[in-house]
């Protein structure tokens, strides 16, 4: 199982996003929603591009940071 996830780790920011959006829908603060997009955006991004595990993790977060940014912008108003 580590193999396959090693040799197609889009499956697994493709899974956590699917993960973090299916969680959302038990809570309702928005936070998850947008770190689920965040997955799911890293996952479409990993499976174009082939980056390595540590700069996948720094666009996952950079994602999420800006999402979560954007969200509360869009919440003031």
């Known amino acids: 199982m580590i193999d396959s996830l090693l040799q197609h780790p889009h499956l697994l920011w493709l899974s956590l996003g699917g993960l973090l959006l299916a969680a959302e829908m038990l809570g309702g603060n ?3 929603l947008w770190s689920g997009v965040a997955g799911v ?3 479409l991004l990993t499976w174009l591009l082939p980056v390595s595990w540590e700069w996948q993790s720094v666009i996952f977060c950079i994602l999420t940071l800006l999402a979560v940014w954007l969200w509360t912008k869009w919440l003031v108003r």
Do not use: R
């Open 30 to 32: 928005g936070y998850l």
């Open 41 to 43: 955006c890293t996952g």
